[in-house]
């Protein structure tokens, strides 16, 4: 913890602060010349989870690709399950909201039927949305509105 004198003459008053940067989430106590208090550091959310909300019938498997708001870096995961969820942590220089790439699949007996396809990477290109991931947090995607919807 940071350490700081001062030095006042009889009856003046300064204000004094110090700066914490705590590594861990848990409570803190401080004391400064026999005056104490404290404070709690919580973890600051890093992740984002999606999941399907009214997904097309027969979907087994789906896949998702986040990328930050300027599509510059992405992340990308398949989901074995379609009732599976989607977990990215969210490095910290990626700017909110967040664009995707998703699609939902049938694989039956090894090939690839797509059943649903939406993406908010690029206006031009088929299946543009224009809904975006807003935080860090856990979403469903509801197939019949094209929204995120908080879980």
Request: no cysteine; net charge negative; charged share 20%.
């Amino acid at each position: 913890m940071a350490e700081q004198t001062i030095e006042l003459q009889p009856g003046e008053s300064r204000e004094v602060t110090f700066e914490a940067v705590p590594q861990q989430a848990k409570t803190y106590h401080v004391s400064v010349n026999g005056l104490s208090g404290s404070f709690t550091a919580i973890k600051v959310p890093t992740t984002v989870a999606i999941s399907w909300k009214d997904s097309p019938s027969g979907a087994n498997r789906w896949g998702l690709t986040v990328l930050n708001w300027s599509a510059t870096k992405s992340l990308s995961t398949t989901v074995s399950t379609i009732d599976g969820e989607a977990v990215f942590d969210i490095p910290p220089d990626w700017d909110f909201p967040l664009r995707f790439e998703m699609g939902i699949y049938y694989y039956p007996d090894g090939s690839i039927t797509m059943l649903y396809r939406a993406q908010s990477r690029n206006p031009s290109w088929p299946n543009y949305v224009e809904e975006f991931i807003p935080d860090y947090g856990s979403y469903y995607f509801n197939v019949a509105t094209e929204q995120f919807e908080p879980r």
